[in-house]
């Protein structure tokens, strides 16, 4: 299956057959360009003469509790749709919500069909991750064992980027833009400093199990920048020791020390770094617990053993949500899985997911594919260890050349008075009625 | 004195007169536009025919060693300065370095001067705030009690925009919109979660004795916006009783409550907010003592008194080194004012500022005058007292009417493979050997 963003002659009579509405969902973190591939779903929906195109609010968990909305009352004109795109973060809401096993839950599952059929839903459309993968493979599932007439596809969204059978997910590109963006800013902050001691930086990123959001920080690196100096991901065991005397040997050469760091490192023991500040539950005066983040205890961890001056930076949401550094290549893509996951669903196909697969890097040509659901729910892809160099502490050429492509380009948010404007669910927002 | 880019029929006259190099310097935290500010110097140098222009690496610090840098070894183009403009943090790297009394330190000054009259250096500009305007009165004092012929101008910056006499100072305008933008996309990130509990997010911004970065969070607060719900500055003491139970309020009527808080608030009996998380100098099992910013503290705190989730966010550098996201009314401001702070060198004042009068805010139109630096150094301005409304918890419109025009326009990065590209000091780094 490849892209395809005009109607075809087939469409025509697809539309005969096409009696019901279709309903789309968001689910697990957001992303900057989650809501372009809501924009997709939308327009093939128009495209293929859908009556009617309701959205599920804060998506499966509402959706249990018929928190409905019908987009048409939103997206009136093409402005609307280009304004969508250029909203960061769920516009329906999302959830972190897993359907139970059918068993013994038949009445949850009664009831998500007793509402579909409520609002003529033949269509169901979910966007994320993993875990949000499992929603359409229970659906699909049940459907099928119980002879509905639904259809569910699954559109891949996750800034982590660990969905199997796609070469990459929508959102990744975008965090990718963002944390090279700010990694080179940060880098060239910290080297403005330097008569006297050095000063070590060390950046928290996302990503519990899988290192691709960190590795992206090697971007930043080119002949303007030194890009950071160690970059370590979740997929090799951490020995804090040895990341103490590699930042002592690199603080004798260099004024400036600027390390990446996971939010997900693992010592060899299986202990989640972040928490190792923390195991003797301290609490302050107060009585509160204090908590320190990945970065903030390495950070404390250096000043403490090698008297360094330290910093640490939390990119934390924002490297979900910073739209106005969104790529287009990212924006793009997210649009068209929108756009096919519906398409697709029209076309009769039900229990698959959509994904990129890149033809080309350079030049970078993608076709789009889709593949059965069960080979995706629930399975975490790690960045590979052959892409891991340094002894832990870089990514390989192959790794730059593989996410470089997913950068390029910006969607540019419209703004008014200096700052991006959005759609909002908020603004007229109006439940349906059925 | 108004501004001026053009060349003016006097300045061939000055020009006769003038024999003597410009030295330039940076100084205290970096910010997005420092460098326009520099830009603005050499062309102001180039137009009135300065045979060299040097830069003090690292500020008076770098300069003390005799670390001086040839800039027409790197800026020989006009795309080389327009680069320049677009390079976030100090090009020529900066320092927090006060110069002693001169009683008793005779010596440091005579070496100051010994290097300037080394160098046949007649005009020395300094780029910074509070602090580093000292160096301009010390100096300025000691040449005219000294009968030496250098002139000393101070060119004003600082993100905490805390500088008298100027309207406001460059850098603060892109710190702004960096915040205003980021705190949009972090609001509608954090309302995209929501079926169930509500989510409390603090975010930190800088600024230790003045509340004017924070106050710029409202500027996210639009009709597709709520903005932040609370705006603590550390102009008014800070209650953490009273912002406990507005958080707990808040949380009955709205999923997502975002509040905004200044680095430097401090408690009624003087104490730091951030410092109280810290008090009994807990250590973890490593000996490591945890320090916790204002916000990681806060949110901490609202999760262990109401049970809500919470979560905190700290722009840290980023909010002065996002160049990216750089204000064009900042960045020629801040070009402005380095060009004239040459310009009135090279017309014979020393121990002055630059400043910028707004002579209406809508229409924007500014003049550029400029101050005695013994008005101006080492006094902090903060926000009046009558523009902090809702007993301490946000802003009023008069703040907004004066900060919206700082952030109109923007910069855009010249980008390479989907990055920004940056001058730097390292690329072809050349010291003058006189």
Chains 1, 2 share one sequence.
Not at 40 to 49: F, H, L, M, S, Y
Not at 50 to 75: A, S, T, W
Not at 77 to 86: A, E, I, V, Y
Not at 171 to 186: R, W
């Amino acid at each position: 299956m490849t892209e395809s963003t005009g109607g075809s002659r087939d469409q025509g009579r697809e539309l005969e057959k096409m009696k019901g509405n279709l309903i789309v969902g968001q689910s697990g973190g957001p992303t900057a360009v989650i809501n372009s591939s809501l924009a997709g779903v939308i327009k093939a929906a128009r495209k293929a003469g859908i009556k009617r195109v309701y959205g599920m609010h804060y998506g499966i968990e509402g959706f249990l509790q018929e928190d409905i909305i019908d987009l048409d009352e939103y997206f009136t004109t093409s402005h609307d749709l280009s304004m969508l795109k250029r909203t960061p973060s769920a516009f329906l809401g999302t959830c972190r919500y897993k359907l139970p096993a059918v068993e013994g839950h038949e009445d949850v599952y009664e009831k998500i069909f007793e509402i579909l059929d409520k609002y003529n839903i033949e269509f169901f459309l979910y966007n994320g991750g993993n875990d949000s993968m499992d929603t359409i493979k229970m659906l699909s599932d049940y459907a099928a064992a119980h002879g509905k007439k639904q259809k569910f596809m699954g559109i891949p969204k996750t800034i982590d980027n660990d969905l199997p059978m796609t070469d990459h997910c929508p959102g990744y590109g975008s965090s990718a833009k963002y944390i090279a963006t700010s990694m080179k800013e940060i880098i060239r902050d910290n080297e403005s400093y330097g008569v006297s001691k050095p000063t070590i930086c060390i950046v928290e990123i996302m990503g519990r199990h899988a290192g691709w959001l960190t590795a992206t920080a090697a971007l930043s690196k080119d002949v303007d920048c030194s890009g950071p100096d160690l970059i370590y991901l979740p997929e090799v065991p951490f020995d804090i020791n040895s990341f103490v005397d590699k930042i002592r040997e690199l603080a004798k050469v260099k004024k400036s020390v600027v390390v990446a760091v996971s939010e997900g490192l693992k010592t060899a023991d299986g202990k989640f770094v972040c928490e190792l500040g923390t195991v003797n539950d301290h609490v302050d005066a107060f009585g509160h617990k204090q908590l320190a983040g990945t970065a903030a205890y390495l950070a404390n961890v250096v000043t403490q053993e090698t008297g360094l001056k330290s910093r640490y930076i939390e990119f934390s949401s924002l490297q979900r949500c910073a739209a106005h550094l969104a790529s287009r290549t990212d924006a793009d893509e997210a649009y068209n899985v929108g756009f096919l996951a519906a398409k697709a669903a029209f076309e009769g196909h039900s229990g698959m997911m959509i994904a990129i697969e890149v033809k080309s890097r350079e030049p970078y040509i993608v076709e789009y594919d889709m593949y059965d659901i069960h080979g995706i729910a629930n399975v975490e892809r790690k960045v590979p260890k052959n892409w891991i160099t340094n002894g832990g502490t870089f990514v390989s050429d192959e790794y730059l050349d593989y996410v470089r492509p997913l950068i390029m380009g910006s969607l540019q948010p419209y703004t008014a008075a200096g700052v991006p404007i959005h759609m909002t669910l908020a603004k007229k927002k109006k439940r349906s009625s059925k």
